[in-house]
């Protein structure tokens, strides 16, 4: 899937996502995370004690809700597929998402890394957008 180019250039931005997941009960479940997006996906890290990653091993789709943080109005909803779930730079990659979005180049919560994190990957297949006029 490809975006213009305005709505690309705001995926890269340190803009907040919030993630929606489906629980076992089937109602959802949503929590703002930090993202990342490079070559045509999304790049979410979390510890598998989280019910995010409980809900995504069991049902992949999720959908996703990336707003600008000066302009909540401003924003684009994404449908996708968990595509796939690491543990290999789990660790380096929390850290990275804190220098993109608090200026610290080590995330804070986890200073000797005993949590057991992982990156999930999302590949969207849908999406629509506010606020982005058409190129």
């Known amino acids: 899937m490809t975006f213009q180019k305005n709505i ?3 995926l890269r931005e340190p803009n ?6 489906l629980g076992a009960s089937g109602h959802p479940h949503m929590t703002i995370v930090w993202f990342e997006y490079n070559n045509g996906v999304f790049r979410i ?3 598998t004690p989280r019910v995010k ?11 996703l809700l990336i707003y600008d943080r000066g302009n909540p109005y401003r924003y684009v909803q994404v449908r996708g597929a968990v595509t796939d779930i690491t543990k290999e730079g789990g660790h380096d990659f929390i850290d990275y998402l804190s220098g993109r979005y608090t200026g610290n180049a080590k995330y804070k919560y986890d200073p000797e890394r005993k949590e057991d994190r992982v990156i999930i990957t999302v590949m969207p297949e849908r999406f629509f957008s506010v606020g982005f006029p058409q190129e």
């Open 16 to 21: 907040y996502m919030v993630l929606g997941t």
């Open 45 to 47: 890290s979390t510890t």
């Open 8 to 10: 690309e250039e705001f």
């Open 53 to 63: 990653y409980r809900n995504v091993t069991a049902n992949p789709k999720v959908g």
